[in-house]
């Protein structure tokens, strides 16, 4: 437990060193993980007899994040062009699909190069997602009035902040009620310890969360009572799919990395599902 405490404390720090530099720190944050959780995904994949391209899923998932972050890179070196790169985007998971395609007619059996391509485009466009947080930090509008509290806005960690805080408090709400009050379950062929009760505590604690954040971000805190569940409901989604993953390939854990967590993608799974959610939010209401 204390051990677990101790990684929770250094993340903690990990992710709060990022947001302090702004949106320029975010989008490297987001860069580091898809790297790190792609190696992980790779591997899991191959555990559950589905070998990738060598560095594939690492490579393409690491071009969507990128390619997302493109506004904020082309915003100093090319001032006025941000809008422009912006437009690249949408292009970026097909032209990684099409890149991994080609590279798989290097395979000599056509059933293994097939496999290895769909099992590596899975695997990028997975880890992939993390590109809506490189988006949230470059791209979405606060939609915020300039009266808003600074230390949330600026350099794009206004809704990055809010998908962190959603997140972790699902999470952390859904432990504390689960454990304490849990009885049925919830999924169990896919995790054992989600409980129906923990699943309903997260959603309350993300909506609380959610609501608070808005109302600093200086919009209407009424909003969390739709995000803050959409957001939930998503994280769970997002850690049930990769338990899936990880019960195909007889894991208990992505990696070892974190000492009493696991792996990268055991901390990010959330995210992932999460991410996109939050930015189709922000397109369809903010934007």
């Known amino acids: 437990m204390r051990e677990r405490s101790l990684s929770a404390l250094v993340i903690v720090a990990f992710v709060g060193v990022a947001f302090a ?60 062009s941000a809008a422009q790169v912006g437009r690249l985007f949408p292009a970026v998971p097909a032209l990684v699909v099409v890149g991994l395609g080609i590279a798989a007619l290097t395979r000599r059996d056509a059933a293994a190069g097939f496999g290895a391509w769909s099992a590596t485009t899975f695997g990028a466009l997975y880890v992939g997602l993390l590109g809506a947080l490189a988006w949230l930090a470059a791209s979405a509008p606060t939609g915020a009035p300039s009266g808003a509290p600074p230390a949330l806005l600026g350099d794009g960690r206004a809704w990055p902040v809010l998908l962190v805080a959603a997140v972790w408090s699902f999470d952390t709400g859904a432990y504390l009620v689960g454990r304490t009050i849990g009885r049925h379950p919830f999924l169990p062929w896919i995790s054992a310890r989600k409980t129906v009760e923990g699943v309903a505590g997260g959603l309350v604690a993300a909506t609380c969360a959610t609501a608070v954040v808005l109302a600093f971000l200086g919009r209407d805190p009424v909003e969390g009572l739709v995000l803050g569940p959409l957001l939930g409901a998503a994280a769970q989604a997002g850690d049930l799919a990769e338990s899936l993953l990880k019960r195909a390939a007889g894991a208990k854990d992505s990696g070892a990395l974190i000492p009493g967590h696991g792996g990268i993608l055991d901390r990010i799974d959330s995210f992932l599902f999460a991410g996109p959610v939050l930015v189709a939010y922000v397109v369809l209401f903010v934007s």
């Open 21 to 80: 530099a702004g949106g320029i720190g975010i989008v490297v944050l987001a860069l580091v993980l898809a790297i790190a959780a792609g190696r992980e995904e790779a591997r899991l994949q191959a555990a559950a007899g589905r070998p990738t391209l060598t560095g594939g899923v690492v490579t393409g998932a690491a071009a969507i994040v990128l390619a997302a972050a493109l506004p904020l890179l082309a915003r100093d070196a090319f001032p006025g």
